[in-house]
């Protein structure tokens, strides 16, 4: 499993350094625009914190940046928390984002240590092994990095560099 994990490594790498990539190219004054929805920041954000609370051994046991805000990874209202309203949220900087992003690439180094990738993914809520588990990580990671990276094309005419890998 070691070639494995190391593959996974890789991509996770690459993808979070796309990510990064968008952060650092958005224009200021696509930040915190409401025009498309789910601001800029808050995406770039639910898509960080998601990739390390799965990046955990278990729900139990997450291991997420100390920054972290209650119920922020959220993109829309929950029934479980009538009073959260993502557009009263406090927008976290690129600086700050580009931290949590540095957090998570120094957590990559003991976290495809922590569990076997065929033991359970260690959420209720998703029935499948730690190596699938990854996987939907991955795509979660790319598909919001994708949309945050055509933001950034619509409005500078420029796209984000591909990165394969890590």
């Not at 949220?89 to 922590?114: C, M, S, V």
Request: hydrophobic residues 35%; contains cysteine.
């Amino acid at each position: 499993m070691e070639n494995i994990s190391s593959a996974f490594r890789s991509q996770y790498i690459g993808a979070l350094t796309m990510l990064k990539n968008s952060i650092i190219a958005c224009p200021d004054e696509v930040w915190n625009d409401s025009s498309y929805g789910n601001r800029f920041w808050h995406l770039s954000y639910h898509a960080l914190f998601f990739t390390a609370f799965y990046l955990s051994p278990s729900m139990g046991k997450s291991n997420l940046w100390e920054k972290c805000r209650k119920t922020y990874h959220a993109l829309s209202k929950w029934e479980s928390e009538p009073d959260y309203d993502p557009e009263q949220n406090i927008p976290y900087t690129k600086e700050e984002l580009l931290e949590f992003h540095d957090f998570i690439i120094a957590r990559l180094d003991i976290a495809f240590d922590e569990l076997p990738l065929d033991s359970p993914s260690g959420f209720p809520w998703i029935s499948f092994n730690k190596f699938h588990l990854h996987i939907y990580n991955l795509r979660h990671l790319q598909h919001h990095t994708g949309q945050l990276s055509e933001r950034i094309r619509q409005v500078t005419g420029e796209g984000v560099a591909w990165v394969g890998k890590g």
